[in-house]
């Protein structure tokens, strides 16, 4: 695998001190007082944000309570193992202090590790309209329109372009859209009915224009929930698909989700009811195959529940019994017989995963499942 990976980079022009990957998941800082550690050279960092560039299962995670500062790196992005490579902040991640700016700042410059907005979006308006103001009323931005138009078109592509404002204010590398019609989250832009997705085709279409894969900027456009839900025609939007599955047992589950997952997302057959007809203005510029959606399928384990254990008892596909998130690390979709590479692992809450007992490094569950999928990390 060393061989293999080193070849590849070396044919992007990137030269990789493989010297150096087996520090990639240790803890980046060994004094937590010490918020430079000179034992690792820039060399070093070169060959770790080279790295991330490259085509490799990522990981990633929910990372909550952050705070940026203090003398444990519990609750600073500068904790995670280096060779995360993108995060979704989960809860404080609007009115940022000093602290939080240099944090991501840093480990953004220095590691090539992403921080994302995350929020659950159900109707327009959600976690962006200022106390005390009347959502119809605030997103249409005091503009009057006359007949004909449709006044919650106008306020949900507002809405999409604040949540994009945003994200450019404070320097986030995307946006996580939690999608969740289903799990009580059910509002006037995320509906489970293929025929009321009207809105949620103008929301993510309108954000797919600054972010994500059809933007032509650098920023992560990403849904987590129900990817086997979502309109099918937005697959394109999305850089990533990341599957809450939670308390998985085994190898068959996560087939069956990746499974509905492309059932949804790719093209349907016409005629059937999920055809969204040519001469449509959401008709996608082109379907995703089923192997483009297993690259970007990205499966979690929940540690608000199993930080302590590495997850549940989870079987393979030939009966060996293991933690949840190392069999989510071992397990590798096959599409049309064949096997390829999916998106990634990642855990939800991961920050309870610093200190686990037993263990002296930090994070000692997300290390092995970056190692399983990436053998030249360490």
């Given at each position: 695998?060393k061989?293999?990976?080193?070849?590849?980079?070396m044919?992007l022009?990137?030269?990789?001190?493989?010297?150096?990957?087996?520090?990639?998941?240790?803890t980046?800082?060994?004094?937590p007082?010490?918020?430079?550690d000179?034992?690792?050279t820039?060399?070093?960092?070169?060959?770790?944000?080279?790295?991330?560039?490259?085509?490799?299962?990522?990981?990633?995670?929910?990372?909550?309570?952050?705070?940026?500062?203090?003398?444990?790196?519990e609750?600073?992005?500068?904790?995670?193992?280096d060779?995360?490579?993108?995060?979704?902040?989960?809860?404080?991640?609007?009115?940022?202090?000093?602290?939080?700016?240099?944090?991501?700042?840093?480990?953004?410059?220095v590691?090539?590790?992403?921080?994302?907005?995350?929020?659950?979006v159900?109707?327009?308006?959600?976690?962006?309209?200022?106390?005390?103001?009347?959502?119809?009323?605030?997103?249409?931005?005091?503009?009057?329109y006359?007949e004909?138009?449709?006044?919650?078109?106008?306020?949900?592509?507002?809405?999409?372009?604040?949540?994009?404002d945003?994200?450019?204010?404070?320097?986030?590398?995307?946006?996580?859209y939690?999608?969740?019609?289903?799990?009580?989250?059910?509002?006037?832009?995320?509906?489970?009915?293929?025929?009321?997705?009207?809105?949620e085709?103008?929301?993510v279409?309108?954000?797919a224009k600054?972010?994500?894969?059809?933007?032509g900027?650098?920023?992560?456009?990403?849904?987590?929930?129900?990817?086997?839900?979502?309109?099918?025609?937005?697959?394109?939007?999305?850089?990533?698909?990341?599957?809450?599955?939670?308390?998985?047992?085994?190898?068959?589950?996560?087939?069956?989700r990746?499974a509905?997952?492309?059932?949804?997302?790719?093209?349907?057959?016409?005629?059937?009811?999920?055809?969204?007809?040519?001469?449509?203005?959401f008709?996608p510029?082109?379907?995703?195959?089923?192997?483009?959606?297993?690259?970007?399928?990205i499966?979690?384990?929940?540690?608000e529940?199993?930080?302590?254990?590495?997850?549940?008892?989870f079987?393979?596909?030939?009966g060996?019994?293991?933690?949840s998130?190392?069999?989510m690390?071992?397990?590798?979709?096959?599409i049309n017989?064949r096997?390829?590479?999916?998106?990634?692992?990642?855990?939800?809450?991961?920050?309870?995963?610093?200190?686990?007992?037993g263990?002296?490094?930090t994070?000692?569950?997300?290390?092995?499942?970056?190692h399983?999928?990436?053998?030249?990390?360490?």
């Amino acid at each position: 695998m060393k061989t293999i990976l080193k070849s590849f980079l070396m044919f992007l022009g990137v030269t990789i001190a493989f010297s150096s990957c087996s520090d990639w998941t240790e803890t980046e800082i060994k004094d937590p007082e010490n918020l430079t550690d000179a034992q690792k050279t820039e060399e070093y960092y070169e060959n770790l944000r080279a790295y991330k560039k490259t085509d490799h299962p990522v990981a990633f995670g929910w990372f909550g309570e952050w705070v940026g500062s203090g003398a444990s790196l519990e609750h600073s992005l500068r904790g995670l193992p280096d060779s995360v490579d993108f995060v979704s902040i989960w809860g404080n991640w609007k009115n940022l202090d000093e602290a939080r700016i240099a944090d991501k700042k840093y480990v953004k410059e220095v590691k090539g590790t992403r921080a994302l907005v995350c929020f659950i979006v159900d109707n327009y308006g959600t976690q962006l309209t200022p106390e005390g103001e009347t959502p119809a009323d605030f997103w249409l931005f005091g503009q009057t329109y006359g007949e004909g138009v449709d006044l919650d078109s106008v306020r949900v592509a507002n809405y999409a372009n604040a949540i994009c404002d945003t994200i450019d204010k404070y320097d986030y590398d995307g946006f996580d859209y939690d999608y969740e019609p289903n799990f009580g989250h059910s509002g006037n832009i995320s509906k489970s009915a293929f025929s009321q997705k009207k809105y949620e085709r103008i929301f993510v279409r309108t954000l797919a224009k600054r972010l994500g894969p059809l933007s032509g900027t650098d920023k992560l456009l990403v849904m987590d929930g129900e990817p086997q839900t979502i309109a099918g025609d937005l697959g394109e939007c999305f850089d990533y698909f990341i599957v809450q599955a939670y308390a998985c047992t085994s190898a068959s589950n996560l087939d069956n989700r990746i499974a509905a997952a492309i059932s949804n997302l790719t093209q349907p057959a016409e005629g059937t009811s999920k055809y969204l007809s040519p001469d449509s203005p959401f008709y996608p510029s082109r379907y995703l195959t089923a192997e483009e959606i297993a690259r970007k399928y990205i499966v979690t384990e929940n540690f608000e529940s199993y930080a302590a254990t590495g997850g549940v008892t989870f079987s393979d596909r030939n009966g060996n019994v293991m933690r949840s998130l190392e069999g989510m690390a071992r397990w590798q979709p096959i599409i049309n017989g064949r096997t390829v590479q999916k998106g990634g692992i990642g855990t939800y809450r991961m920050q309870l995963e610093y200190k686990v007992s037993g263990f002296d490094e930090t994070y000692p569950y997300l290390r092995k499942g970056i190692h399983i999928m990436n053998p030249v990390i360490k």
